[in-house]
């Protein structure tokens, strides 16, 4: 259950980065369309940041260090635009337009999801 909350999380804030953040954009014909588009997209960045991202950070560590956390804004981004490149190779209407539109898209994600998770807590970190 706790997954399909992090996933309906994730799909909701990949959502409202597409209204808020120019260059971040699901171009679903219907409205089922786009959201099996943002549940399949939610779905791959979530994959990418459980799989790459802490491999990332181990190997990365002193960059980390040296930029006291501001090279995991980058790495972020990077991870969005993976998942961008991903989403075009299965052919899914999503698309992110650059470095740029990536680091803003991965950082309205971010607090978007924090905000949620805030307000409607996983049942499994309770314990």
Do not use: H
């Not at 804030?13 to 171009?27: D, S």
């Not at 099996?36 to 990418?48: E, P, R």
């Not at 990365?60 to 501001?70: A, E, I, N, S």
């Amino acid at each position: 259950m706790g997954f399909l909350i992090r996933l309906a999380a994730t799909a909701i804030a990949l959502w409202i980065t597409t209204l808020i953040v120019p260059g971040v954009e699901v171009t679903g014909r219907t409205g089922y369309d786009t959201a099996f588009t943002l549940i399949v997209v939610a779905l791959i960045f979530g994959l990418v940041n459980a799989v790459l991202k802490p491999v990332i950070k181990v190997v990365g560590c002193v960059f980390y260090l040296l930029t006291l956390g501001l090279f995991a804004l980058v790495v972020n981004a990077l991870l969005f635009l993976l998942t961008d490149r991903i989403a075009r190779a299965l052919d899914l209407p999503f698309q992110v337009d650059g470095f740029w539109a990536a680091f803003w898209g991965a950082i309205v994600m971010a607090v978007v999801t924090w905000l949620i998770s805030v307000a409607v807590p996983d049942p499994a970190d309770r314990r």
